[in-house]
């Protein structure tokens, strides 16, 4: 049985830092883009970040450029997210998700997803 374990949420004040990873296990996902999206109360889901399959050409929604790194170890098939600076609209459950393909991730097209880690930057 596959499953996507997140977790490193909690809350932090604005400003400040945290570390989401996320372990896979039931497959290996080595030969797969991976993901984090994330969806803020009554709002819908949304892109983070991905990072192809090597671990190389990570990309970013424009809101997190500057803040966020994505990265990966295939070797423990893990996805971590750091997120630096911090803001308040930063908060929501933030999801990992293994792409379709080697390349890319989009929300239209997510292999495995989550069940999310909260996270909730206060002002």
């Known amino acids: 049985q596959v499953q996507l374990v997140e977790s490193g949420g909690g809350l932090v004040q604005a400003g400040g830092s945290l570390r989401l990873s996320c372990a896979a296990s039931?497959?290996?996902?080595?030969?797969?883009?991976m993901g984090w999206f994330r969806q803020a109360p009554g709002k819908e889901r949304e892109f983070v970040a991905a990072?192809?399959?090597?671990?190389?050409?990570?990309y970013y929604a424009d809101f997190v450029k500057g803040r966020f790194t994505i990265s990966r170890d295939n070797a423990k098939n893990a996805v971590y997210l750091q997120m630096n600076s911090l803001r308040p609209e930063d908060t929501a459950d933030y999801y990992c998700?293994?792409?379709?393909?080697?390349?890319?991730?989009?929300?239209?097209?997510?292999?495995?997803w989550g069940k999310g880690t909260l996270v909730t930057v206060s002002s």
């Open positions: 998700a293994v792409g379709e393909n080697s390349w890319s991730v989009t929300l239209r097209e997510v292999g495995y």
């Open positions: 990072i192809n399959w090597r671990g190389g050409n990570p």
């Open positions: 039931g497959r290996t996902f080595s030969n797969y883009a």
